[in-house]
């Protein structure tokens, strides 16, 4: 709810053939508090809706100015405000007809919802992306190798030997639990700031481990992947209560990086690394957690070439490209769904 990123990418749905620019529209502090409200109530009004979607629009003609090159279509994936999969409920706010109709360009948006209405979870949806990004590396990075997204929430995806970007065969990807959300919203409670800028709260304060206990103790961990989970899934001052600000960030930290450890106990085989992508890989405290937890190496996205604050948007140009194509989006093995299973809607302006 911080701003938005566009990004340039040249593919076919299957191979990544080269990278653009990228861009950042940051919101301002009133527009961000009206997307938490929407969050909180899980519903939002039409003004919103078209103010969310001018932004976007600004996004991609200024993404457009500065590359001097016009894109084939638009990925839009827009703000979610409910993801509640069990009752086949997701919902992502945007208008892409006004897209479309703002940039002059193909809008391909809504990407969860024929995911979530087969019966799967609606996320994560980028792990076919990770897949095409871990087959460009190096023969002896390939595989088996996990990539793991840090945002709000946090997912991992697990590639192995012989992965099928068809029927999705070695491929495994599921939410491991809270990213930097639950960081996030502590440190704004607490300190004021919008988060633990690259964890120097956190890396002052001592981890409280029975209230990292209590926090583990949760049901989600005892479910078999692939699973998903909303921003707002775990609440944590029961477990916090009393604690200094420090103490709760770095507490908060070490809980990410061991949910993180839970879920590698689902993985066949060990990766060779775990690859960090997603904001939370700037938490440099966090990082030191994940390193401390995990029996293999943590690098982050820039260490092996990637552009870790662009990812996600080429994500969903890779999945735009993908849904004109006609190939799928989601797998049993990523989202639970039954069948790969396409997604997405085209406006055209």
Known sequence: MDGIDAALLTTDGERIMGFGVSHTLDYDADFGARLA???????????????????????????????????????????????????????????????????????????????????????????IYHRALALGLEARDA??????????????????????GASGDGLLAFDTGPGIALIDDWVRKKVGGRWDEGGRLAASGRVDEAGLARLLDHDFFDLAPPKSLDRN????????????????????????????????????????????????????????????VLAEPVLRAEDVGWDGDALEAQAFAYLAVRHLAGLPLSFPSTTGVPRPMPGGRLFKP
């Open 143 to 164: 595989a088996p190798v996990a990539v793991l997204n840090i945002g709000g929430v946090a997912n991992v995806t697990w590639v192995g030997a012989g992965s099928d």
């Open 233 to 292: 899934s775990f609440k944590t001052e029961f477990a916090l209560n009393g604690c200094s600000a420090a103490d709760g960030a770095a507490t908060l930290a070490r809980f990410t990086a061991e949910c993180v450890k839970r879920a590698g106990r689902h993985f066949g085989t060990a990766p060779s690394r775990w690859i960090a992508c997603g904001g939370g890989r700037r938490n440099d405290y966090l990082l030191q957690m994940l390193r401390d």
């Open 37 to 127: 409200h929407a969050v909180t109530r899980h519903t939002a009004d039409d003004a919103l809706v078209r103010d969310l979607t001018q932004r976007h629009a600004e996004a991609v003609l200024a993404l457009i100015k500065a590359a001097g090159v016009k894109p084939d279509v638009v990925g839009f994936h827009g703000q979610t405000i409910l993801h509640d999969p069990d009752n086949r409920r997701t919902v992502q706010i945007g208008d892409g007809a006004l897209l479309a109709r703002l940039t002059g360009i193909p809008v391909v948006c809504d990407f969860r919802t024929a995911d979530v209405a087969a019966g799967g979870q609606g996320a994560p949806l980028v792990p």
